[in-house]
């Protein structure tokens, strides 16, 4: 298990070298296999990266974009983690990225694990946030999927049980997110970071985050400030 801890004294600088790092290994993608993949969180954090990452001089028409996790909602929703990727990240010359949605209102079951299941078998980056409470993607703690979410055989999706702002929610599990070249771990603020530590000390505890922290093969970027 390696943990690679880079930080940043503010969030400008954090988003900016994320996005550099997130460019550089969209990049290598690009060169190696002709085309790149990768999958981001939504919340709040991610906003100013994602514009910094826009502004990336990429060869985008060939990459795809799409979510860790969603909340079942409409995109026009302000919860909605599509929503965010559209403003924030596919502006500018990214607008030319394919973005796979993981929440299509009225797609029946099937027809969305088979669209998810056309994504690569490997993306080349997976950008990660974490709550207050070592959730990350939407697998909860205390959410009656974690298990399934976390188990080694886990579908590449699942519907999930989340919190506030929106319960009803779509997960890729921990074993397709951990299915990535490269993983990063995107946090702010003293509390996460006190949370994230205490994951990484603890191999296999409850939290969601430390199946990410600690795992045998994929190493975790984190990327931070206070
Ligand atoms: O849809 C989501 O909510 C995210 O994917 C989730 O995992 C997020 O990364 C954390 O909840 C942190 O959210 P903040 O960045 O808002 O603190």
Same mark, same amino acid.
């Given at each position: 298990m390696?943990?690679?801890?880079?930080a940043?004294?503010?969030?400008?600088?954090?988003?900016l070298?994320?996005?550099?790092?997130?460019?550089e290994?969209l990049n290598?993608?690009?060169a190696l296999n002709g085309?790149a993949t990768f999958?981001?969180?939504?919340g709040?954090t991610?906003g100013? $990266?994602?514009?910094?990452?826009s *502004?990336?001089?990429?060869d985008?028409s060939?990459?795809?974009?799409? !979510? =860790?996790? &969603?909340?079942?909602?409409e995109?026009?929703?302000?919860?909605?983690?599509?929503?965010?990727v559209?403003e924030?990240?596919l502006?500018?010359?990214?607008?030319a990225?394919r973005f796979?949605?993981?929440?299509?209102?009225?797609?029946?079951?099937?027809?969305m694990?088979e669209?998810?299941?056309?994504?690569?078998?490997?993306f080349?980056a997976?950008?990660?946030?974490?709550?207050?409470?070592?959730?990350t993607?939407?697998? $909860?703690p205390?959410?009656?999927? *974690?298990?399934?979410a976390?188990a080694?055989?886990?579908?590449d999706? !699942? =519907?999930a &049980?989340?919190?506030?702002?929106?319960?009803?929610?779509?997960?890729l599990?921990?074993?397709?997110l951990l299915a990535t070249?490269?993983?990063?771990?995107?946090?702010?603020?003293?509390g996460k970071w006190?949370?994230?530590g205490q994951?990484?000390?603890?191999?296999?505890?409850?939290?969601?985050?430390?199946?990410?922290l600690?795992?045998?093969?994929t190493?975790a970027?984190?990327?931070?400030t206070l």
């Amino acid at each position: 298990m390696t943990i690679e801890l880079n930080a940043y004294p503010d969030t400008t600088a954090l988003d900016l070298a994320l996005a550099g790092r997130l460019a550089e290994t969209l990049n290598e993608g690009l060169a190696l296999n002709g085309e790149a993949t990768f999958a981001v969180s939504g919340g709040r954090t991610p906003g100013g $990266f994602f514009r910094a990452l826009s *502004r990336h001089e990429l060869d985008w028409s060939r990459v795809t974009v799409t !979510l =860790a996790d &969603e909340r079942c909602v409409e995109e026009s929703d302000p919860s909605s983690n599509a929503r965010s990727v559209r403003e924030n990240l596919l502006q500018g010359s990214a607008s030319a990225a394919r973005f796979v949605p993981l929440h299509i209102p009225g797609e029946n079951r099937d027809t969305m694990i088979e669209r998810i299941g056309r994504l690569p078998a490997r993306f080349d980056a997976v950008v990660l946030g974490m709550g207050d409470d070592a959730h990350t993607a939407s697998i $909860f703690p205390d959410s009656p999927q *974690r298990d399934a979410a976390l188990a080694p055989d886990a579908p590449d999706i !699942l =519907a999930a &049980e989340g919190k506030p702002p929106v319960r009803e929610r779509l997960t890729l599990s921990a074993r397709r997110l951990l299915a990535t070249r490269m993983l990063f771990i995107h946090i702010t603020g003293i509390g996460k970071w006190q949370v994230l530590g205490q994951a990484a000390a603890a191999p296999g505890a409850q939290q969601p985050i430390s199946y990410f922290l600690n795992h045998r093969t994929t190493p975790a970027h984190v990327f931070w400030t206070l």
